[in-house]
């Protein structure tokens, strides 16, 4: 079930019960939490994973491993130094071996990362216990399985193996069997080498979320006009503050992918830490980011995305729970945990504990208002990365699998939908799954991202609404456990932390290879599934486990491949006829595309070139105005409308446009045509609905400069500038101020001062209006005087008037008097081929350097 209520979107599950009798294969743990896991596990295996040499030679069966930090001003690396940091283990999966090789995750955890113990004690007074992690020995890997050309692993070796793994075909968590006299304190050290059981279990074996329910179908589409509109509002700065905004980053340019470090403080409730108090709920988390941080870097989402961990806050006390109002209300409980995050957020972007998102992670059984049963998994803010009041989720523990519910709360937080009918894409693709499907299901497929969703991120990260995620923080390298979540974490703990810590897994349901679909757990003498397949590396046979939905045998693959770009594509038909259009070109991320972990690719993915710049014939309407034109077939509200442009400042290139005889516009396409003018008295123009500046030489973001005569590389010195000031102050009706004559170019006439009178323009000759005659006034907006293009601006009581030229005709500037005239300032350059023009020289003064 899905709700969007105030644009908040809810993921839910559904638990499925089966009564029949199943053998008490959970009497193998010793740990009484991880009984009741593995008992909500549809099915699960019991493997012992060992650490082994590059080439298969058996090593220990010592599984833990951390690795410090390297320097990263170090850019150079030679094979032997990468091989020192390759880990390598055999996970027997689906009774075959699996050869594992894990890499440090290098772009995990930001170098001050701390944990903070929040206890008794407002947290502005001290009341909390604050531990650096980000500079600590590190346990988080990724890597693949060998043999398997795409498939993807996500590890932490730090107290045995816990993580996914993905194979061609399968995708397993793994996560060691708890209390096992290997890792109990004080054992001997021989006892180290003594093997160490792990849980796999494949994604089918867990929970499914149940049916796809919308109780306000257009939410998405809201939240998206919503975040619109907050965007404009906050262009809109004050001059002191968009300094200081463009200091601190410079405005990124559309169709290029760029790295997007994304920076998350992970909050965890009191019922977490009481539920993981007897086990290190740090590791915990970390294995849980690092999970997401594999999701995010696979190539299907098509840009450069890193998550990384700045924060971890534990609230220990139950006073930060009721501060943040946390309960199994999902909406109330992400609606103040929301503003409780904003306000523990450092405002300053450089400051090292300042997060891009903030993820909420509880025990609380959380309800979605759109259902009477709680099955909901988790809820977030759509479009609201970098709104920092609704960047923002909040996400129920069920075990390993909340990886995905974080993921997917992330996707909606970038703007991501559904996939399904709505959006055009499905959830499911072949032998693949999508990450922004409504639910999960016991499918043990691997989990992408849909051709909608990268999409949907690449056009969020175009319009610069992801500009918090360019700020990178320090390079560090931090490593997660070798092996997949179920060889660390078997069957009866993912019941446990499923169904708590009565639950032990019903192993005895269906064949030991079918925990790979579906995992079905034991408690109160029933079996119930989530319909969910047990974790990656889940044991289901001998030397074999759960992939990718599949119990194979393990096996290798090749090293991460990195995307290269492809050859760019012929140039496309140009956007206009005439008076300069837009044709691009582009290339893709598939030479060769990333697989098996490897890097997606940065740079342009589009190239821009403007074609057609021959003048339009006279009398023509206006580009943006065909482009209104275009939609008055087309029913509003039920009705047809003649609709005509309308331009604002803050929104150039969207497609703002008025019924005639109206006094409303309505924004009809997000963004207009490219080659659609954007800026009066300029060739500016929308490119892939971004104002980009073209140069009097028609080069994009070009530096060629007209002078003031209207000539390209000119000096200045063909031409003669007439100016005057209009200072009747009093009269009624349209009153002639100046005529305007052929030829004229760079014609600008503003109001000294706000009045309520309004310019007007007519033909010198034949007195026909075309601004603001016969007393109908008109929209700022761009409107032609019998071929000569001309931009009026009106805020407020404040008027401008900007013709590019050259005027093709006499034309008179009137002013219709309403009040007292301030004054009204007007110049025009005319071409002077005899005229002597000495350029005029001034001292700037800067300082030494």
Not at 293 to 301: K, R
Not at 506 to 529: F, K, M, P, S, Y
Not at 632 to 639: D, L
Not at 695 to 720: F, K, M, N, P, Y
Request: with cysteine; glycine share 6%.
């Amino acid at each position: 079930v899905v709700k969007m209520k105030g644009w908040v979107l809810a993921v839910v599950m559904l638990i499925i019960t089966n009564t029949a009798a199943l053998p008490n294969h959970h009497k193998h743990f010793p740990n009484h939490k991880q009984v009741e896991y593995v008992k909500t596990l549809a099915s699960y295996e019991v493997v012992t994973p060992r650490r082994v040499m590059s080439d298969g030679t058996f090593l220990t069966h010592h599984l833990p491993h951390h690795h410090h930090h390297h320097n990263h001003n170090h850019h150079t690396r030679d094979k032997r130094h990468v091989q020192e940091l390759e880990l390598h283990y055999v996970i027997p999966l689906d009774g075959h071996d699996h050869h594992v090789t894990l890499r440090p995750n290098k772009r995990f955890l930001a170098p001050h990362a701390v944990v903070e113990r929040l206890r008794k004690g407002s947290l502005l007074q001290g009341g909390s216990e604050v531990e650096v992690v980000g500079r600590l020995p590190s346990c988080h890997y990724h890597g693949f399985v060998r043999n398997h050309t795409s498939s993807r692993v996500a590890i932490s070796a730090c107290h045995g193996l816990t993580g996914f793994i993905n194979t061609d075909h399968d995708e397993y968590l793994i996560e060691p069997v708890r209390d096992h006299p290997q890792t109990a304190p004080g054992e001997a050290e021989s006892a180290h080498d003594n093997p160490h059981p792990h849980v796999v279990y494949k994604r089918s074996a867990l929970p499914t979320p149940g049916e796809h329910v919308c109780s306000t179908p257009d939410a998405h589409e809201q939240a998206l006009h919503a975040r619109e509109e907050w965007e404009a509002a906050h262009r809109r700065l004050p001059a002191e503050e968009e300094v200081k905004r463009k200091r601190r980053r410079r405005r990124r340019k559309r169709s290029v992918s760029v790295e997007r470090n994304v920076e998350v403080t992970v909050v965890a409730d009191k019922k977490m830490v009481d539920f993981y108090s007897n086990e290190d709920i740090n590791t915990y988390i970390l294995t849980v980011m690092n999970m997401v941080s594999s999701v995010y870097h696979d190539a299907s989402i098509g840009n450069a995305v890193n998550i990384y961990v700045v924060r971890i806050m534990l609230l220990e006390d139950p006073q930060y729970e009721e501060e943040v109002d946390i309960s199994h209300n999902a909406d109330d409980t992400l609606r103040s945990f929301c503003h409780w995050q904003q306000m523990i957020n450092p405002g300053n972007e450089t400051h090292p504990y300042h997060h891009d998102v903030a993820v909420l992670i509880t025990r609380y059984n959380i309800c979605s208002r759109v259902t009477d049963r709680c099955a909901t998994l988790g809820v977030s803010e759509i479009a609201g990365m970098c709104q920092p009041l609704r960047s923002c989720n909040v996400n129920e523990d069920t075990g390993l699998q909340i990886a995905y519910t974080i993921a997917h709360e992330l996707g909606h937080n970038f703007g991501m939908n559904h996939d399904g009918p709505q959006n055009g894409c499905e959830s499911h693709l072949g032998s693949t799954q999508h990450v922004m499907s409504p639910h999960l299901t016991n499918d043990a497929i691997p989990v992408t991202w849909s051709n909608c969703s990268r999409h949907e991120i690449t056009h969020f990260l175009d319009k610069d609404w992801g500009s918090c995620l360019e700020d990178e923080p320090p390079q560090v390298e931090y490593s997660f456990p070798q092996l997949p979540p179920g060889a660390m974490y078997d069957a009866d703990h993912q019941c446990r932390l499923s169904f708590g810590s009565a639950a032990t897994h019903c192993a005895g349901i269906e064949g030991t290879e079918r925990v790979c679909q579906t995992l079905w757990c034991h408690l109160d003498n029933r079996c119930i599934t989530r319909m969910e397949p047990a974790a990656e590396g889940t044991q289901c046979g001998k030397h074999k486990w759960c992939a990718s939905g599949q119990c194979v045998t393990i096996g290798e693959r090749p090293a991460a491949i990195h995307g290269n770009w492809g050859s760019w594509s012929s140039w496309s038909s140009c956007s206009r006829s005439c008076g300069a259009g837009v044709s691009n070109a582009h290339r893709h991320c598939d030479n060769p595309a990333p697989a098996n972990g490897g890097k997606y690719c940065t740079g342009d993915r589009r190239k821009y070139r403007v074609c057609n710049t021959q003048e339009c014939p006279e009398n023509g309407v206006s580009f943006r105005a065909i482009q209104c034109s275009q939609h008055n077939q087309q029913p509003y509200k039920g009705e047809h409308h003649n609709w005509l442009p309308v331009m604002f400042d803050h929104s150039p290139c969207q497609l703002d446009c008025k019924p005639d005889n109206e006094f409303y516009s309505v924004k009809l396409r997000d963004t207009v045509v490219d080659g659609t003018p954007c800026k009066p008295g300029t060739r500016d123009m929308c490119i892939h609905g971004v104002c980009k500046r073209v140069a009097c030489d028609w080069s994009i973001e070009g530096a060629a400069q007209e002078d003031r005569c209207g000539l390209c590389h000119g000096d200045g010195t063909q031409c003669v500038t007439t100016r005057g000031v209009f200072n009747v102050t009093r009269s009624s009706g349209y009153v002639s101020a100046v005529t305007f004559p052929r030829l004229a170019r760079n014609v600008k006439v503003r109001e000294l001062r706000d009045a309520a009178n309004y310019l007007a323009l007519r033909d010198n000759a034949t007195g026909r209006y075309f601004l603001n005659g016969n007393w109908i006034i008109q929209w700022s907006g761009e409107y032609s005087a019998d071929g000569t293009m001309m931009y009026y601006t009106r805020d407020g009581e404040a008027e401008e008037l900007f013709l590019p030229g050259p005027v093709k005709r006499p034309l008179t500037l009137m002013l219709l008097f309403q009040t007292e005239n301030p004054g009204l300032a007007w110049e025009y350059t005319l071409p002077q081929h005899d005229v002597t023009y000495t350029p005029t020289f001034t001292w700037l003064h800067s300082d030494w350097s």
